[in-house]
């Protein structure tokens, strides 16, 4: 029986290693399947837990409201609402889009939790017209006991592919959390987008988008594409980080600029000067001093090299007066020192109201390049005065009363001074769209400048 056993049991293995051949590619892939589904399983075990992660996310996660009566271009009046995520629990400190807390005179307010029948006042400690971010401030002890802070992934090398979270109140759906993948981290014009294929709906902005192997936050939910589902941008937290950082130590975080004009390439621009700033008549420079057309900037002296406009704005942040720097003129590396223009902070910008119209100065960097008036109007109210006078938005104030105004202060005392029910005559420059020949048309009103008021971007309506 024994020698039968192993005669039959010497068959069975002629016959597998005559048949190896044809079933070996079968056996390899149940052993690659075997293989992966232990790797998974691993990968369960060890792997972040999304529920928990949600779940602090809802303790970091706030509506936010602003509501705007006089508008700065382009926001307009109203109220919208957002979303926002605590940066520090006991400052009370919350970060969000500036287009959620706005840029103009507003109130803010934030609700947490799904009651929102009590809404708490907010302070704008920071609004940045770049990155287009905010810092807002609560009084701590008004949010929950297990409200929490996010941890921000401030060195976080964030990857195509990754899998990310967007987390907010989009069209009024609190807490929703949306899955996707980094589609790309790209440079569009002059700051760093994290784009995802989740989207990014009304409600979603300001909310944090997080990486799901980390727990960590990567970028601000900012916009959707319009026209293009599944293509959603969020502010790159990286360059958000030196900001919070500064205004920790209680210094002004805000970007100075350089005066020149840099060289775009398709969206993106480049760190190339195309050109500089006119300069101010009379003003001698020499071809040693400063920028010049055609270098290419390097990164500030004695720091690391830059590749990017976005890393070299994040640099100059917290800088003032002149920085020196590291370029490349006709291929040599050189050293130049440059003057910075200070930042004009939103929050301090200022306008005039009277007669239904909302006038502001102008905001651009290179304003010795342009001889449009110094004033324009922002904002007109419907059946007001102003609009039945025939003013409208983005008109120039070329003079007021045959007097011309640098600033709305000087408007305004001006304006004060004069009796309140005498009619002013205002000459505005407009835009010409009727004659090819020329770029510009004036028009001449009177009107009586009633309710003037003086107002500043970083108080209330």
């Not at 004009?261 to 420079?285: C, D, N, S």
């Not at 930042?343 to 301090?348: D, F, I, L």
């Amino acid at each position: 029986m024994e020698s039968r056993r192993n005669s039959e049991a010497i068959g069975g293995i002629l016959t597998a290693l005559r048949f190896a051949p044809l079933f070996r590619p079968r056996l390899m892939l149940l052993a690659a399947a075997v293989q992966l589904a232990a790797t998974f399983a691993a990968a369960a075990q060890t792997g972040p837990d999304l529920a928990d992660m949600l779940g602090k996310a809802q303790r970091f996660t706030v509506k936010v409201r602003g509501t705007v009566v006089w508008p700065f271009a382009p926001e307009q009046p109203g109220t919208g609402t957002g979303t926002g995520f605590i940066i520090d629990r006991e400052k009370g400190w919350i970060l969000t889009n500036a287009h959620v807390a706005k840029r103009s005179p507003s109130m803010v307010e934030i609700a947490v939790g799904d009651a929102e029948s009590e809404w708490i006042p907010a302070d704008r400690v920071y609004v940045d017209n770049h990155l287009d971010i905010a810092v807002l401030k609560v009084i701590a002890d008004k949010l929950p006991d297990n409200a929490m802070a996010a941890r921000l992934g401030c060195t976080q090398v964030v990857k195509q592919g990754g899998t990310i979270v967007a987390y907010g109140h989009p069209i009024n759906l609190n807490f929703t959390a949306t899955r996707g993948i980094v589609s790309s981290v790209r440079t569009l014009g002059s700051q760093e987008f994290v784009q995802m294929d989740a989207n990014i709906n009304p409600g979603n902005s300001g909310g944090p988008l997080l990486a799901v192997e980390s727990a960590e936050v990567i970028g601000i939910n900012t916009l959707n594409i319009p026209g293009a589902p599944g293509l959603g941008l969020a502010v790159a937290i990286r360059h958000v980080c030196p900001i919070v950082d500064l205004l920790t130590k209680g210094e002004d975080p805000s970007l100075p600029s350089l005066p020149v004009y840099w060289l775009k390439q398709g969206r993106m621009e480049t760190l190339t000067v195309a050109a500089h700033f006119p300069r101010i008549a009379g003003a001698q420079k020499s071809a040693e001093d400063g920028l010049m057309a055609g270098d290419v900037v390097q990164g500030l002296a004695g720091g690391p090299k830059l590749s990017s406009l976005p890393d070299f704005y994040t640099a100059l942040r917290g800088r003032q007066g002149r920085v020196t720097l590291q370029i490349l003129r006709e291929g040599k590396a050189q050293e130049v020192s440059e003057s910075l223009i200070p930042a004009r902070p939103p929050m301090k910008r200022q306008g005039l109201t009277f007669a239904g119209l909302l006038v502001t100065e102008r905001v651009t960097l290179d304003t010795a390049d342009s001889l449009l008036p110094p004033l324009r109007i922002e904002f007109i109210r419907p059946g007001e005065a102003a609009a039945r006078a025939g003013f409208q938005p983005w008109d120039h104030l070329h003079t007021v009363g045959d007097r011309r105004f640098a600033t709305v202060v000087a408007l305004h005392d001006w304006l004060k001074g004069r009796p309140p029910t005498e009619k002013v005559a205002v000459l505005v420059r407009r835009f010409s769209s009727a004659d090819p020949r020329v770029t510009a048309e004036y028009h001449r009103f009177e009107i009586q400048p009633t309710a003037l008021q003086l107002l500043t971007g970083g108080t209330g309506p």
